[in-house]
């Protein structure tokens, strides 16, 4: 388990070594994702794999966590290592975080029934902290993680969305490229 000595260690050498050499701090990740079984899916990534799925009332298998799930849990636990790590950075003692991330949606844009958008209507999280810090320490830390969040980022700001396709037949072997 990391310690917030080994938290503030790895930060500030990661944080030179990217203001020393910036391409460092560039890079793409490749996640896989193969549907098995007429909904779950296997989502591999490095060296972790885990399945994905949706519930038996939606027609799936309900083999493990829904994407909605997934999208809920890398806020919370993207805000909750960012406040342990900006703690750590300010010699901060935590002693508990918890982040509750909450969404509203209308199945009818899933499902067609009407032209309203399919994803979330709104997205909120609730942040709970223990600490003996003054509180005025604990609001500077979840400010300064709220600033740098890749995943909030990701939800408060539109950002390009590129498709690529290829369609291959089995029978003749032929791909298609769109």
């Given at each position: 388990?990391?310690?917030?000595?080994?938290?503030?260690?790895?930060?500030?050498?990661?944080?030179?070594?990217?203001?020393?050499?910036?391409?460092?701090?560039?890079?793409?990740?490749?996640?896989?994702?193969?549907?098995?079984?007429?909904?779950?899916?296997?989502?591999?990534?490095?060296?972790?794999?885990?399945?994905?799925?949706?519930?038996?009332?939606?027609g799936g298998n309900?083999?493990?966590?829904?994407?909605?799930?997934?999208?809920?849990?890398?806020?919370?636990?993207?805000?909750?290592?960012?406040?342990?790590?900006?703690?750590?950075?300010?010699?901060?003692?935590?002693?508990?975080?918890?982040?509750?991330?909450?969404?509203?949606?209308?199945?009818?844009?899933?499902?067609?029934?009407?032209?309203?958008?399919?994803?979330?209507?709104?997205?909120?999280?609730?942040?709970?902290?223990?600490?003996?810090?003054?509180?005025?320490?604990?609001?500077?830390?979840?400010?300064?993680?709220?600033?740098?969040?890749?995943?909030?980022?990701?939800?408060?700001?539109a950002l390009p969305?590129?498709?690529?396709?290829?369609?291959?037949?089995p029978d003749s072997?032929?791909?298609?490229?769109?």
């Open positions: 388990m990391a310690n917030p000595t080994a938290i503030k260690n790895a930060f500030e050498r990661n944080r030179k070594a990217v203001n020393l050499r910036p391409e460092m701090g560039k890079s793409t990740a490749v996640t896989k994702v193969r549907l098995q079984d007429g909904t779950t899916c296997e989502v591999e990534h490095k060296h972790w794999k885990f399945k994905v799925d949706i519930g038996k009332a939606e309900d083999a493990g966590p829904g994407p909605g799930i997934l999208e809920r849990g890398a806020l919370g636990s993207c805000l909750a290592i960012g406040y342990s790590q900006q703690a750590a950075l300010a010699d901060v003692p935590i002693n508990k975080i918890e982040v509750d991330v909450e969404s509203d949606m209308d199945a009818r844009g899933i499902l067609g029934i009407d032209d309203r958008p399919p994803g979330f209507k709104e997205l909120r999280y609730k942040v709970h902290i223990e600490s003996p810090a003054d509180e005025s320490e604990i609001t500077k830390i979840i400010e300064i993680t709220e600033q740098h969040s890749p995943v909030l980022d990701d939800f408060k700001r969305v590129r498709r690529d396709i290829k369609i291959t037949n072997k032929e791909e298609i490229a769109l």
